[in-house]
Nanobody, 122 residues
Framework: QVQLVESGGGLVQAGDSLKLSCAASVFTFSIFTMGWFRQAPGKDREFVSAISRRGDSAYYADSVKGRFTISRDNVKNTVYLQMNGLKPEDTAVYYC???????????????WGQGTQVTVSS
């Protein structure tokens, strides 16, 4: 069983930055496509970003493109989400996710983290 643990969430002002981290429990981390989803109160969970197994390809939702950057460290078994220029509409619980197979533009997670809260004030 793959365990994913997110950290780095918090309360910030509009225009500020945050960096989320997700640590995986397995040393076979590099075989998984990794990514992030988010869910705001009363809304469906939505895709944010995904990164390929080697970290050489990434895909972003239009709403975060140009502001967020996904990266991974296959030695530390960790995936990151650098969030710049945060807006109030980015407020949500952010979930780390892992997929066996697939690609960055066809990301169907098999495993999920517990989530970390990001709140952006105006």
């Amino acid at each position: 069983q793959v365990q994913l643990v997110e950290s780095g969430g918090g309360l910030v002002q509009a225009g500020d930055s945050l960096k989320l981290s997700c640590a995986a429990s397995v040393f076979t981390f590099s075989i998984f496509t990794m990514g992030w989803f988010r869910q705001a109160p009363g809304k469906d969970r939505e895709f944010v970003s995904a990164i390929s197994r080697r970290g050489d390809s990434a895909y972003y939702a239009d709403s975060v493109k140009g502001r967020f950057t996904i990266s991974r460290d296959n030695v530390k078994n960790t995936v990151y989400l650098q969030m710049n220029g945060l807006k109030p509409e980015d407020t949500a619980v952010y979930y780390c996710a892992a997929a066996v197979g697939g690609s960055v533009n066809s990301f169907r997670p098999n495993y999920w983290g517990q989530g970390t809260q990001v709140t952006v004030s105006s």
